[in-house]
């Protein structure tokens, strides 16, 4: 097999395979944010929410939790993403003065 070939492989593996996107805040805010509406719109358990949250957004429940436990390890980090989610979460769910 040519060099090429393997390697054209590997990247159609890794592309249709859906490695799972590192975790960062801004994924974080919006998995948490996603299951919150999951939950309402469609009545969801916090878990089948999260499940549903974190696959939609090319992640795993198991990534998500672990930047969750690396979070609760920094309380001022943890407090900063928190802050950001409720004011997102704020803006996303209270009706507009224009509406």
Known sequence: MSRR??????????TLGGCARV???DLFVKVSIDQLRIMFDEGLTPDE?????????????EDFRAYQAELEGDPDHLRAVQDRINRETEELFTPSLTD
């Open 49 to 61: 929410a999260l499940e549903r949250a974190a696959e939609s957004n090319d992640t795993t429940v």
């Open 5 to 14: 070939l393997f390697f054209t492989l590997i990247l159609a593996a890794l």
């Open 23 to 25: 975790v960062d805040d």
